[in-house]
T-cell receptor, first 115, second 115 residues
Framework: AQSVTQPDIHITVSEGASLELRCNYS??????LFWYVQSPGQGLQLLLK??????LVQGIKGFEAEFKRSQSSFNLRKPSVHWSDAAEYFC?????????????FGAGTRLAVHP | DVKVTQSSRYLVKRTGEKVFLECVQD?????MFWYRQDPGLGLRLIYF???????EKGDIPEGYSVSREKKERFSLILESASTNQTSMYLC??????????????FGPGTRLTVL
């Protein structure tokens, strides 16, 4: 069955440090892949998406993600984290599952940023 | 900018009450979705709609119903609220082009507490 795994439930980094959030998916066809961010008490905001083409995708707020088909991964990266990046991050795959098209979300990774 | 609004940010109801959660989008999107979000479980799809007066069950429809009388409005109904429906509810919309696998735009969420 199609699924998305975010292995890290919580991550803490220091401000200015680099960041990588992991995402692995299970899907037979070429997936549509997304990263969303949720600030406390807010809805989800799209950071970036991959549909096809260049496997390195640039997003908003200085984030990027790389699609690696051989590893079934779509990891999110940022070279230097800011305190305002503290939030919960969700990886999702767009897939045909259960008889309809839908987004399948991972459980999320909560990011804390130390000053 | 796509704007998705939800009628309430916080709601407290009693067991057995009928609860209405309203969602309105202003981008003329065909597709609308209702999710619930619980810690450690990510987002789970409750119901979705690809057109006016159309509705389809998602992964966890039990205890919920929906209504879409106008294109811009999608309502989630809890016929008889129960404590296990205490959760964050997120509404989303997306354009027709990709159906459920296209980018979805989220509202700010309604945190529902059932006592």
């Amino acid at each position: 069955a199609q699924s998305v795994t975010q292995p890290d439930i919580h991550i803490t980094v220091s401000e200015g440090a680099s960041l990588e959030l992991r995402c692995n998916y299970s899907y037979g066809a070429t997936p549509y892949l997304f990263w969303y961010v949720q600030s406390p008490g807010q809805g989800l905001q799209l950071l970036l998406k991959y549909f096809s083409g260049d496997t390195l995708v640039q997003g908003i707020k200085g984030f990027e993600a790389e699609f690696k088909r051989s590893q079934s991964s779509f990891n999110l990266r940022k070279p230097s984290v800011h305190w305002s990046d503290a939030a919960e991050y969700f990886c999702a795959v767009g897939a045909f599952s259960g008889g309809y098209n839908k987004l399948i979300f991972g459980a999320g990774t909560r990011l804390a940023v130390h000053p | 900018d796509v704007k998705v609004t939800q009628s309430s940010r916080y709601l407290v109801k009693r067991t057995g009450e009928k609860v209405f959660l309203e969602c309105v989008q202003d981008m003329d999107h065909e597709n609308m979705f209702w999710y619930r979000q619980d810690p450690g479980l990510g987002l789970r799809l409750i119901y979705f709609s690809y057109d006016v007066k159309m509705k389809e069950k998602g992964d966890i429809p039990e205890g919920y119903s929906v209504s879409r009388e106008k294109k811009e409005r999608f309502s989630l109904i809890l016929e008889s609220a129960s404590t296990n429906q205490t959760s964050m509810y997120l509404c989303a919309s997306s354009p027709e082009s990709g159906g459920g696998t296209d980018t979805q735009y989220f509202g700010p969420g309604t945190r529902l507490t059932v006592l």
